[in-house]
C-alpha cells in the first residue's frame, strides 16, 4: 500500500504562489509515476500535471502549461507543485496521486492511477 500525504494549501492572493507537497510512504517512491489533479466544487476532477517516476517527462494541462510546475524528489520520498500567477480559477481541493504504470499518454486520467491523498484546500482570491 502506498500512503500519500498532501501539504502546502492555502489562501492567496490572484497572482501569488503556491508550493503544495505530497510525501509518500510504504513502497519504494521512484517506482510511481506521480500526477497531480483537482477539482472544484460541482466541477469533475480535473488533470493538473503528471512526472515520470525518473522526473525525466512532465505533462501539464493547457491551462496551467507555464505557470505551474511538477517535480520530485526520490530521495524524499516527494513530490511538489510549484504554482505561479495563481488566479481565481485555480481555486479547488488538489490531489495527488501515483500510478504503478510508467508515464504515458494515460498518465492525464484518474484511472491511471492506484492512489491518492486526501487533498489540500487552495483559495485564490479576486
Known amino acids: 500500500q502506498v500512503q500519500l500525504v498532501e501539504s502546502g494549501g492555502g489562501l492567496v492572493q490572484t497572482g501569488g504562489s503556491l508550493r503544495l507537497s505530497c510525501a509518500a510512504s510504504g513502497r519504494t517512491f521512484s517506482a510511481f509515476t506521480m500526477g497531480w489533479f483537482r477539482q472544484a466544487p460541482g466541477k469533475e476532477r480535473e488533470f493538473v500535471a503528471a512526472?515520470?517516476?525518473?522526473?525525466?517527462?512532465?505533462y501539464y494541462a493547457d491551462s496551467v502549461k507555464g505557470r505551474f510546475t511538477i517535480s520530485r524528489d526520490n530521495a524524499k520520498n516527494t513530490v511538489y507543485l510549484q504554482m505561479n500567477s495563481l488566479k481565481p480559477e485555480d481555486t479547488a481541493v488538489y490531489y495527488c496521486a501515483a500510478s504503478s504504470a510508467a508515464y504515458s499518454s494515460g498518465s492525464r486520467y484518474p484511472s491511471a492511477y492506484d492512489y491518492w491523498g486526501q487533498g489540500t484546500q487552495v483559495t485564490v482570491s479576486s
Open positions: 512526472i515520470s517516476w525518473s522526473g525525466g517527462r512532465t
